[in-house]
């Protein structure tokens, strides 16, 4: 069995994608051996032509198709580049006897999804955001089935399966490791402990709130580990005095699973991918939206807020004072860590993959 799938430009379509190759090449044949072959497919200018080598699938480039968010000159040429990456990645599809084709939205799904319609490759679409992009809107409508990370997400034929996470994150055993995790960042093995962290560039409202409490919740026995972003070397925070809670900064994470079993609550940003690693792994999050764009950030933590996962703040909101106020009484009382832990858990979808997966066998097999 062949499987393609289509997801490329930034990491919240190509974390999904390889997470549901990963559980799709797990799957075994009777006689032993992988039961699927997966190709991804993707554009030469987007994270995939990095990450999907190193995970050890195959990538073929397609040309990319960007849609001008306005009215201009540009948006005429638009149709003869879709038909040119409709016609490249329909002869890829048949090249490769695909299957089924499954799409995850960006520039590289629009011309997948129609050159699967005239290959007469079945499509199943997943979505990963609260608010479909074009892609996707249009996916949905030639799709055998519809998968979306969000309930209530507005898509045709849209059924909830949540969001594909890589094992290490989905199958985390946060108290097991604990321990290790705490060492490894040089942090007690006993103080609650706040994770800071706003993607993988940092964000400047996180660093300078949280800087800025330092004292404050050091001072209150919580212990911080804060990732401040490659290019943010000029956050810095002097020394704790001897036998105060450790401080620790470092410019990325390279081990999430380390820093999420470290953590008894994160201060991060809302992105799709991290708000569903977070319910998955039971860790409540602080989450402070990102302040531009469509309000999708805000949207994609709602869920967990509202099951009393998590806490929600503005980022104009987020001052070194609301982090004194609402995350040191917090991080200081267990049972109610512990609650919002049970909270967050129970939104989570930590098989996500596995259900996105068997989706994807049902309409092969159908």
């Known amino acids: 069995m062949h499987v393609v799938l ?188 706040l994770l800071v962290f706003g993607g993988s560039q940092g964000a400047a409202s996180l660093n300078r709130a949280a800087v800025a409490a330092a004292d404050a919740l050091t001072a209150a026995g919580v212990q911080v580990l804060h990732a401040r972003g490659p290019r943010n070397t000029d956050v810095t925070v002097p020394p704790r005095p001897a036998g105060a809670a450790p401080y620790v900064v470092v410019d990325y994470l390279e081990r999430m699973d380390l820093a999420y079993a470290a953590a008894d609550l994160a201060l991060c940003r809302s992105g799709a991918v991290t708000v569903a690693e977070l319910s998955a792994v039971g860790l409540p999050g602080a989450f402070v939206p990102l302040p531009i764009g469509n309000g999708e950030q805000r949207l994609n933590a709602l869920p967990v807020v509202e099951a009393g996962g998590g806490l929600l703040v503005d980022d104009a909101e987020l001052t070194p004072a609301w982090v004194t106020e609402n995350l040191v009484p917090l991080l200081t009382d267990p049972a109610a860590l512990a609650a919002l832990a049970a909270n967050a858990a129970a939104a989570g979808t930590p098989d996500a993959d596995e259900r996105l997966a068997d989706m994807v066998l049902e309409v092969v097999s159908r």
């Not at 290959?119 to 979505?127: I, K, L, S, T």
Request: a positive charge.
């Open 6 to 193: 289509a997801g490329g430009g930034t990491a919240g379509h190509i974390e999904p994608m390889l997470a549901l190759a990963d559980a799709l090449t797990r799957r075994t044949a009777p006689g032993g051996g992988p039961a699927v072959q997966v190709t991804c497919l993707g554009t030469a200018r987007g994270l995939e032509t990095r990450l999907v080598p190193a995970r050890g699938y195959d990538l073929r480039l397609i040309p990319p198709v960007p849609l001008p968010r306005r009215p201009t000159p540009d948006l005429l040429r638009v149709p003869a580049r879709v038909w040119r990456a409709v016609a490249e990645t329909r002869a890829l599809l048949t090249g490769l006897g695909a299957d089924v084709l499954v799409g995850f939205g960006g520039y590289v799904a629009l011309p997948a999804y129609l050159a699967a319609r005239r290959a007469g490759v079945p499509v199943v679409v997943h979505e990963g955001n609260p608010l479909p992009g074009l892609a996707n809107r249009v996916g949905a409508r030639l799709a055998a089935r519809v998968a979306v990370s969000t309930p209530g997400t507005p898509l045709h034929a849209g059924e909830h399966v949540g969001m594909p996470l890589r094992p290490s994150i989905s199958h985390l055993d946060r108290a097991g490791l604990r321990a290790e995790a705490r060492a490894a960042f040089g942090l007690d093995a006993d103080r609650p402990t």
